[in-house]
């Protein structure tokens, strides 16, 4: 099974990812799609226990699923290109506005490069594009030791934080 | 100014670190182009037409005597010894080597400097007024509030995959010296009624192919809910801009879509949640804290009753002709602010070489307590000289030909880089304004002209804000040729205009005569005192249209 970074360390991936169709199996975790999700919602809602997470696109509106979060063990979002910068803003509404406490991943091109800012806005689950080392997206995680502003995590601002102006 | 400690001096170098690791992989083939390309944008490096090119960020165009010192050594052992300061304020190397570019930034990040976000679809560099704290029509400094902005927007997580580039501008002033409305997004500091401090907030301005002059959103909002607001018009921004096509990518699209009204109305709405977040407050000991750097420095208050330079205002004509030009007034009675011109003897404009910034370092240290800034209009300013060293310090710039007494005149154009270094461009900007230059080269002629802003791009970007110039002018390619297409009317500040086309490009050895036809014209029609900006609202282009295309200039544009 394929490998993915949560809560900073590399893992075998123990979800599986389902498209439109494909028949729903009675046990296991599985990711459906946002659309998926809003139609078979009763059906859905009973595997519950056994977990059920919800994809996003970087065009659907996540307080769709205001409602629904409590119910969610995962959302995933989809970066069909790693320049489109929507699923850092969807993660932030989703942790930030609407509480989701659940896991929230990152999926599609996810690289090395954008993996801290990533981590910044909420998520805490990278599935790197198939074909990279998971060790090399792993070690993004600490380009940075430190942030001037708040986001999803608890950095305190550094404009509070920091050293008064020097006296002239 | 703001100065970093060590929370600061952390981000930079690990950011340094990132970019060298970045370089690396790129060069060892591990990263794509496409892959690389945004990460090095996002650090101020374009490959251009020649080499690479990188940009420096000057936060808000102030720099200390120390930073140019570097500045100077950086671009004399990493580029041919001269850099170019552009309208945002920042300055750009022409030759440095990709693979120099992470040791160019270690040398930058060892004085507080860096090249963060100064491309790329990102929160760039915010701009504002030159002659913030010093000018006497000022409501509030807008400088602890660029830096307070500058650290929010600084390697900020959500907002590094934007659309499209991002730029902010502050202005505390009643005169825009800014130019806010064409920004994305347009911030003035103004008070309510009951004298609470805030700002007016303006979305939607830009140049480039299409311009647009910004809405307001919202014509108050209190200092305290800067960063939420701010963050909100980003979010829906990030979240609904074009990501389809890049020409239709920046907010004023958006903005324009939507409506103004739409657009603000979801703005708001993002705003009531955005404001519940206290780590975005901006509370008065922070704003304190921040206008703390940026206090006046210890000016002498006994400065006013020296008066030496009235006696040499009247002895020296040289000397008081760019007394008058080139500085400035400063609400601290005995100072001056001095502007240092990178115009003329046929430099591009804002070119500076590495031993000119050492001399204005040195200037700086000696007269204006080690302070530099940079201005918009592609100038340098020394905000506080004495009035009785004015003479010392006009000497002294004289000396390294940087008191061109040309400044707010025809000759103090802004130019882009153009075809000379810009892979971008349709024509040269930098010979054309040498070729204005040299044909108004007679003082009197020019100060007769009065304030003139003329602007050249080479280029629809309009990196050399050709729309805003009282006369524009904008290369264009006609099968092959460089052509120059001339607008008239624009200007910037509160009543901001985009320039009205005049008819059809000019080719590129006419266009000193197609503006000397328009100064003429001026010039017949002005009443008296009546600038040039003044004469063409109250009569319109007509009459300048009429004598730029009576008769043809040369034989092939009868024919074009
Ligand atoms: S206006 Fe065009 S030619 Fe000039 S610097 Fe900008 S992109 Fe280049």
């Known amino acids: ?168 | 100014m703001y100065v970093y400690d060590r929370h600061d001096q952390t981000l930079i170098e690990e950011r340094v670190a990132q970019f060298r690791d970045q370089t690396r992989r790129f060069l060892a083939g591990e990263l794509s182009e496409e892959e690389f390309r945004p990460l090095r944008l996002m650090n101020g490096l374009y490959i251009q037409r020649h080499a690479p090119m990188l940009r420096i960020a000057i936060p808000y165009g102030l720099l200390s005597a120390q930073q140019l010192r570097k500045l100077a050594a950086i671009a004399r052992r990493y580029d041919k010894g001269y850099g170019h300061f552009t309208t945002r304020q920042n300055l750009q190397l022409n030759w440095p080597r990709l693979e120099d570019v992470p040791e160019i930034l270690a040398e930058l990040a060892s004085v507080q400097m860096h090249a963060i976000q100064t491309s790329g679809n990102c929160i760039r560099n915010i701009t504002s007024d030159h002659l913030a704290g010093i000018a006497a029509d000022e409501v509030a400094d807008p400088r602890p509030f660029c830096e307070l902005i500058r650290q929010w927007a600084t390697l900020h997580p959500e907002f590094s995959y934007l659309p499209r580039k991002f730029k902010i501008a502050v202005s505390g002033a009643a005169h825009d010296r800014a130019a806010i409305k064409v920004h994305d997004i347009g911030l003035l500091l103004r008070k309510d009624a009951d004298g609470a401090l805030g700002f007016a907030v303006y979305v939607g301005g830009g140049l480039g192919r299409t311009p647009m002059i910004g809405e307001l959103i919202r014509p108050f909002l209190h200092r305290r809910e800067l960063l939420p607001y701010l963050e909100a018009i980003l979010r829906v921004y990030n979240l609904q801009g074009r990501r389809d096509n890049i020409h239709r990518a920046r907010i004023k699209i958006l903005v324009k879509a939507l409506g103004p009204a739409e657009f603000a109305r979801q703005v708001e709405a993002e705003f009531e949640r955005t404001r519940q977040n206290p780590d975005l407050l901006l509370d008065d000991d922070a704003i304190a804290a921040m206008q703390r750097f940026f206090a006046p420095p210890p000016y002498d208050p006994t400065a006013a009753e020296e008066r030496d330079h009235l006696h040499w205002l009247q002895q020296d004509a040289a000397f008081a002709r760019w007394y008058a030009r080139n500085t400035v007034p400063h609400k601290q009675p005995g100072y001056r602010g001095v502007f240092v011109a990178l115009k003329g003897f046929g430099r591009a404009p804002g070119d500076m070489s590495s031993e000119q910034m050492e001399a204005v370092a040195d200037l700086a240290e000696r007269y204006n307590f080690g302070e530099i800034r940079v201005t918009h209009t592609q100038n340098l300013l020394l905000a506080h000289v004495r009035e009785r060293d004015t003479h010392a310090v006009w000497q002294e710039l004289n000396r390294h030909q940087l008191a061109a007494p040309v400044i707010g005149t025809l000759s103090d154009m802004i130019a882009c880089p153009g075809l000379d270094f810009c892979a971008l461009a349709n024509a040269g900007s930098i010979d054309v304004a040498e070729q204005i230059r040299q044909r108004f080269e007679d003082l009197d002629y020019l100060y007769d002209l009065g304030d003139l802003r003329l602007n050249i791009s080479g280029c629809m970007n309009a990196c050399g804000h050709h729309h805003l110039g009282h006369i524009g002018i904008l290369g264009v390619d006609k099968r092959g040729e460089e052509y120059y297409q001339l607008t008239l009317g624009g200007r910037g500040g509160l009543d901001a205009a985009l320039g009205e086309r005049l008819g059809p490009a000019v080719p590129k050895h006419e266009v000193a005569e197609t503006v000397a036809r328009i100064l003429e014209t001026y010039v017949a029609l002005r009443q008296p005192g009546e600038s040039f900006l003044d004469t063409v609202q109250r009569v319109g282009i007509a009459p300048f249209k009429a004598s730029v295309y009576a008769e043809p200039v040369s034989e092939e544009r009868a024919h074009a």
């Open chain 1, 1 to 168: 099974m394929r490998k993915i970074i949560r809560d900073g360390a590399i893992v075998v991936d123990d979800w599986l990812d389902l498209d439109a169709t494909a028949p729903i199996p009675p046990q296991g975790k599985i990711i459906v799609p946002l659309a998926r999700w809003l139609e078979e919602k009763p059906a859905l809602l009973a595997r519950v226990p056994r977990g059920v997470g919800v994809r996003l696109g970087p065009d659907h509106d996540p307080f769709a699923l205001a409602s629904d979060l409590p119910a969610l063990a995962l959302i995933a979002v989809e970066f069909p290109v790693f320049r489109d910068g929507r699923g850092y803003s969807i993660a932030r509404i989703l942790r930030q506005h609407l509480g989701f406490r659940g896991e929230l991943r990152a999926v599609g091109d996810v690289l090395r490069d954008q993996v801290f800012y990533l981590r910044r806005v909420g998520f805490n689950a990278f599935a790197p594009r198939p074909g990279l080392d998971p060790e090399q997206v792993l070690a993004g995680l600490n380009d940075f030791s430190d942030a001037y502003q708040p986001a999803a995590d608890d950095i305190v601002p550094i404009w509070r934080r920091r050293q008064p102006a020097p006296v002239a």
